[in-house]
């Protein structure tokens, strides 16, 4: 594995950045700490992120109540290593050099805490493993 001097850079897209690309990034800076950077980002951002999103965060130990959905800009995907799409489609931009992942998930919009839960899981586990394989911890 090459040695990178600055952390390797993630960028989480959705169309509203209210739910998924809320809860990819939160659990990615929560369990990566420092080894990652985190953006994220909405083709069409909401005003607010989805209650639901944050009661079911709230629950695995993350608060996100405070995060703001912010809108998809040229400079975010420019400045990733990684960009992960949740569904938006084709108005992500795309850039040569850039490693580009869609993540298929239900969309939470508009459902309950129950509903959302199990994709918080999922994507919990799609987070762990992009952890292992773009920052692993270093073995003592």
Not at 46 to 61: F, H, S
Request: hydrophobic share 45%; proline share 8%.
């Amino acid at each position: 594995m090459p040695d990178i001097a600055a952390a390797p850079s993630v960028l989480f897209v959705c169309v509203h950045n209210a739910g998924r690309s809320q809860m990819a990034a939160a659990f990615l800076a929560h369990l990566a700490g420092d080894r990652v950077e985190v953006r994220s980002a909405g083709s069409a951002p909401a005003d607010t992120v989805n209650p639901a999103v944050v009661a079911a965060m709230a629950e695995a130990g993350i608060d996100i109540s405070t995060e703001v959905p912010k809108v998809l800009t040229v400079e975010a995907v420019q400045a990733s290593d990684v960009v992960i799409t949740m569904g938006c489609g084709d108005t992500c931009p795309v850039f040569p050099g850039k490693r580009y992942l869609d993540w298929q998930l239900a969309d939470p919009a508009g459902q309950g805490v129950d509903a959302v839960r199990p994709i918080r899981d999922e994507i919990e586990q799609r987070v762990r493993g992009l952890i292992e394989e773009i920052a692993p911890a270093t073995q003592p």
